[in-house]
């Protein structure tokens, strides 16, 4: 079983339409994250949820809107996209815990046409 | 902004050792020192942490510096599967995974 799942795996789309991308986690984490990694391959931190509670949410758009319905699920949603929002998308998991490890999704490989 | 300093890139040959130097001298008492590497066109995968102490599993040693404002990464024997790129991570409170923009390693055959 894959630990944490990302749908879908390409997204292709046109300027000013809204998307999700969705993700899930079978670990039992309590804590989710979702990155940025650009064409430049600087992976960025935008949002992270713990016990479905927002506690990092970095300098992003508000066209950018995470949702956690449980704590196994974080998705990412996305209005109005913009070309610059092309990038891949990874959702990871932990727990809160300094010395765990956390576990990446395969991310989602977004482009706006 | 990542606290640590990493080489752009390095390259090794394949079946020996690997030496991956990270600087972060303003990590403070209580922050982990975390290793991740990407493989290409892959999520970001865990290597190894510590926190004082050097560390092995079973893929690596972490060497941690006596005041801990440095540590190495040790692949033991260097394989064409080990080809990525490797980040050195300080986790602190507040649970953020800051990303640098890590050492890009290349293995020979």
């Known amino acids: 079983d894959t630990a944490v799942s990302q749908t879908p795996k390409y997204l292709v789309t046109q300027m000013g339409n809204d998307k999700s991308i969705k993700c899930e986690q079978n670990?039992?984490?309590?804590?989710m994250y979702w990155y940025k990694q650009d064409s430049k391959k600087f992976l960025k931190i935008m949002f992270s949820y713990n016990n479905k509670e927002l506690i990092i949410n970095e300098t992003v758009p508000n066209r950018f809107s995470p949702k956690s319905p449980d704590k196994a699920h974080l998705n990412l949603h996305i209005n109005s996209l913009e070309l610059g929002d092309s990038a891949v998308y990874f959702c990871?998991?932990?727990?809160?815990?300094?010395?765990?490890?956390?576990?990446f999704g395969q991310g989602t490989r977004l482009t706006v046409v | 902004d990542a606290k640590t300093t990493q080489p752009n890139s390095m390259e090794s040959n394949e079946e020996e050792p690997v030496h991956l130097p990270c600087n972060h001298s303003t990590i403070s008492g209580t922050d982990y020192i975390h290793w991740y590497r990407q493989l290409p066109s892959q999520g970001p995968e865990y290597v190894i942490h510590?926190?004082?102490s050097n560390v092995n599993n079973r893929m690596a040693s972490l060497a941690i510096a006596e005041d801990r404002k440095s540590s190495t990464l040790i692949l033991h024997r260097a394989t064409l599967r080990d080809a990525a790129v490797y980040y050195c991570i300080i986790r602190e409170y507040g649970n953020k995974l800051v990303f640098g923009a890590g050492t890009i390693l290349r293995v020979k055959s």
């Open positions: 510590g926190l004082t």
């Open positions: 670990l039992g984490h309590d804590t």
């Open positions: 990871a998991s932990s727990w809160r815990e300094l010395n765990t490890e956390a576990f």
